[in-house]
């Protein structure tokens, strides 16, 4: 029997100041992120602070792990977020 697994659930934490995590100091945010299909992430369960410059951070930690869409629900209003990767041709883009 051949095992296969992969990554599908982050856990991500904002912290205020640069090097936050490093120092093991208190996060200011807290959240999770589930990959839904190839190239797209769910974020959910946020906790804390959420201003839109930790939406366009978040999505930039996305792009970098392959994530081309995110989709975020705030006020209960589920919105696709392009992370700025370019889905490949020919696929079809989750919104």
């Known amino acids: 029997m051949h095992i296969n697994l992969e990554c599908v ?4 934490r904002g912290y205020a100041g640069a090097g936050g995590f490093e120092a093991r100091e208190p996060y200011d945010l ?4 589930f990959k839904v299909a190839e190239g797209v992430a769910r ?3 946020a906790h804390g602070e959420l201003p839109r ?7 930039a930690e996305l792009a970098g792990k392959g994530f081309h869409t995110a989709l ?3 006020h209960g209003v589920e919105r696709a977020l392009p992370t700025g ?3 490949p041709t020919g696929t079809e883009r989750h919104e």
């Open 43 to 45: 974020v959910f369960a």
């Open 30 to 33: 807290v959240f999770s992120v």
């Open 53 to 59: 410059e930790a939406f366009r951070q978040i999505c």
């Open 9 to 12: 659930m982050y856990v991500g």
């Open 72 to 74: 975020i629900e705030r």
């Open 85 to 87: 990767l370019t889905p």
